[in-house]
């Protein structure tokens, strides 16, 4: 088994051997792009499960709209287009011919109009709910969709940001501004409890400001989270629309006073760059540690095979245990390969398994197992008749790795009130800075352009007149979070 870099060395090569050797993921042959190996998509699916019946219970439904868009609809809405105008790929011909043993595009198949592969939905959902929407019976609309996207990207790293990645995207059509704007906190509420309550990420959750907004938007929350380098890393973010695209597709409705009124819209996303969270935020020198509630095996049963007459009363103790995990709803697998118990130990280790079960003659003979805790090493042993305690073991993981990774979020916060322990604080280290802003592009950019610090999210609008920004010393408008990102 390759031995991965330390997290101290090189962060981003600790990142990316995680990945590689823990069977998450591998590179595509096209540049920038991803496969997901199987680990890593039971992995994804037991995070999309989670989070789709939250949508679900939230009253919105799961639909399917194309991977092509019509070039002129992303053109109907300025913002739009012109945020993602660098990032598509455009189709351009449908046919290719053979020519002496080669491939070759038909010239004479050129479409009438280019085609985009999506970067997001909006223009073709608009375009959809133009049909769909005609009264206020027809609203609230809410929809849901787990697709694939494209967004040609430069520089590309797994899970954080390739060139397709696999996402939900759920788009809302409402009659009032303040229908849409409750919408759009709801979802940031789910994508909080998604975070916090089954990846054990602690979040802060906020707007962003004018240059960090969605292209099309009028105001954007994000989900930021904190890596173990102490970057920040967006997780997730819900948008209000405004009727920007409404009004860009002519989508109206008649009231119940048969007058026609705007359509008020939201759209928002999270995508397999939870993934990347989930590593950053809680692996370590010996690989993954992956949260039980979304782990694609809670327990691992490592079976130290005796080689006497014992043997099939071993085996049939193996047996019992996994089908008494089994009834306890914990996702088990039993490692009989002819590996040693040192190179397994390592290797569930590094695939980030919450807990692990060791079985010898020994236990075998007390009627008990040994368990070794991948949050915190911790081994212990517990007999065969109280094995429902391991629930609560589960539980205590899950509970201790956000404890974790909370108190670290918090140590590497900090307030300051003056640019020079702005700087000051940058240099010496990564760091979430909690500072007052006056609320100006050129403030924001000049601190970007000295730093490379970002804000990340508006907390809080200031309504202290003695409070001023860190950069200019003008009066402030927001208390915001500023920090070096991915």
């Not at 088990?332 to 390592?346: A, I, M, R, Y």
Request: proline letters at 3%; glycine letters at 4%.
């Amino acid at each position: 088994m390759a031995k991965i870099t330390k997290q101290s060395e090189n962060f981003s090569k600790w990142y990316t051997d995680v990945i590689l050797d823990a069977d998450l993921a591998d590179y595509g042959p096209v540049k920038g792009t991803m496969v997901v190996k199987p680990y890593g998509f039971s992995l994804w699916t037991h995070i999309r499960d989670s989070l789709n019946e939250m949508i679900e219970e939230s009253g919105h439904e799961n639909a399917y709209f194309p991977l092509f868009i019509p070039k002129s609809f992303l053109e109907k809405e300025a913002k739009h287009v012109e945020g993602f105008a660098k990032e598509c790929a455009v189709v351009t011909h449908s046919k290719l011919i053979s020519e002496d043993g080669s491939l070759t595009v038909d010239p004479d198949s050129k479409l009438e109009e280019e085609i985009i592969v999506r970067p997001t939905s909006e223009t073709i959902i608009w375009h959809m709910f133009k049909k769909w929407i005609t009264s206020y019976r027809d609203l609230p609309l809410k929809v849901n969709q787990w697709a694939n996207v494209v967004r040609w990207e430069m520089r590309t790293r797994l899970f954080l940001r390739t060139s397709e990645f696999l996402w939900q995207e759920g788009h809302t059509a409402h009659a009032t501004k303040e229908e849409a704007m409750e919408e759009t906190l709801q979802i940031v509420e789910i994508y909080r409890t998604l975070f916090e309550e089954y990846l054990a990420i602690p979040t802060m959750v906020g707007r962003k400001s004018n240059l960090e907004r969605f292209a099309g938007a009028d105001e954007t929350f994000s989900i930021e989270t904190m890596m173990r380098d102490k970057k920040a890393l967006q997780a997730g973010t819900s948008h209000y629309l405004g009727t920007n695209f409404g009004n860009a597709f002519n989508v109206k409705f008649q009231s119940k006073d048969n007058k026609e009124h705007p359509v008020y819209a939201t759209s928002w996303g999270v995508s397999t760059r939870m993934v990347g969270a989930l590593i950053m935020v809680h692996g370590d020198d010996k690989g993954l540690k992956i949260p039980p509630k979304i782990a694609p095996i809670q327990v691992v049963i490592i079976p130290i095979n005796p080689k006497d007459e014992k043997s099939k009363e071993f085996s049939s103790f193996v047996t019992n245990l996994e089908k008494k995990l089994s009834n306890l709803n914990i996702r088990t697998h039993v490692d009989q390969l002819d590996e040693s118990p040192g190179f397994k130990f390592n290797k569930w280790e590094l695939k980030g398994v919450p807990l692990r079960i060791e079985i010898g003659l020994k236990e075998l003979e007390n009627l008990e197992v040994t368990l070794c805790r991948r949050d915190n090493s911790e081994k212990s042993q517990v007999k065969i008749d109280n094995i429902n305690d391991i629930s609560l073991i589960l539980d205590n993981i899950q509970k201790g790795l956000f404890n974790d990774a909370k108190t670290f979020m918090d140590d590497n916060t900090c307030t300051v009130d003056s640019f020079s322990d702005f700087t000051k604080t940058l240099s010496n280290d990564n760091r979430f800075i909690k500072a007052y802003w006056d609320g100006t592009d050129e403030t924001e950019l000049k601190i970007k352009e000295k730093t490379k610090a970002t804000i990340r999210c508006i907390l809080e609008d200031n309504k202290n007149s003695s409070k001023k920004c860190v950069f200019s010393g003008e009066t402030a408008k927001h208390l915001v979070v500023f920090a070096k990102a991915y």
